[in-house]
Every structure is written in structure tokens, then in C-alpha cells.
């Protein structure tokens, strides 16, 4: 399963050549869509609809998933404080990640800091 961050959200949607090389990549490797949890748009749109017209758009060629229960929740403050770093939402898509998906992140630094205490969980960085 392929998880995106808000990063990994902004960076697609500038569909820029290396953006959509990557996205061809990973249609062809079989991981796309990818999902992207509502609090990830938390972080992502900015709430005014001519400035999230590209962000949105991206957005739509994703699978949007508005589900954390109490366990992801549980779990995702866990891996905050194991890795002391990172936000909620970055510790929620590591969390839901587990075991042995992929997040794709513009954000190495504290998303691999959070996966090095998951369960096979690997980072990719655009």
C-alpha cells in the first residue's frame, strides 16, 4: 500500500516532469492510487477553492481515506514518542503504513524518523 503525505501531496500536484515520471513509475509498478488520509488535507489544502484548484485536482486521482480508528490513533502516538519528532498527521500515515507499505513524502527527516520504530514500513522521498 502506498500512503501519501501532505509533502508528497504538494509536490505531485505541481505536476512538474519529475513529478509525473513518478507517477507514471509508480502506475507502472502497480502502486497507484495512492491513499491519502483526510487529515492529510488538514495540511495540504489551504480551505480557498481557486488556491487548492491543483492540490484538489491531484487529490481526486487518490484514494481518500477518512477512517483513523482509535488503534491507528493509539498506535500513531506511539511511534511520536519512540521517534520524538514529528507531527500527528506524519505519525497517523506511518501508522497506517504498518506493516510493510511505503509513505511517499517531501518530508525524509521526520517520516523516516517515525518508520524507523514501524512495522516494514519504507519511505520514499520526491
Given amino acids: 500500500m502506498l500512503i501519501i503525505d501532505s509533502g508528497g501531496v504538494t509536490r505531485l500536484a505541481e505536476r512538474s516532469p519529475r513529478a509525473l515520471a513518478l507517477i ?8 497507484w492510487p495512492p ?9 495540504s489544502l489551504q480551505g480557498h477553492s ?4 491543483t492540490t ?11 477512517v483513523v480508528t482509535e488503534s491507528t490513533a493509539r498506535r500513531a ?5 519512540r521517534a520524538r519528532q514529528g ?3 506524519d505519525a497517523v500515515v506511518v501508522a497506517l503504513a504498518e506493516p510493510g507499505g511505503t509513505v ?6 521526520d517520516i523516516t524518523a ?13
Fill in 24 to 31: 507514471r513509475a509508480l502506475r507502472d509498478d502497480g502502486l
Fill in 35 to 43: 491513499v491519502a488520509p483526510t487529515v492529510v488535507l488538514v495540511e
Fill in 50 to 53: 481557486g488556491r487548492d484548484a
Fill in 56 to 66: 484538489n485536482r491531484f487529490l481526486k486521482t487518490c484514494v481518500i481515506d477518512g
Fill in 77 to 81: 502516538a506511539e511511534l511520536r514518542r
Fill in 87 to 89: 507531527s500527528a498527521v
Fill in 104 to 109: 511517499l513524502t517531501g518530508d525524509k527527516a
Fill in 114 to 126: 517515525l518508520a524507523a520504530h514501524a512495522h516494514e514500513v519504507t519511505v520514499e522521498t520526491i
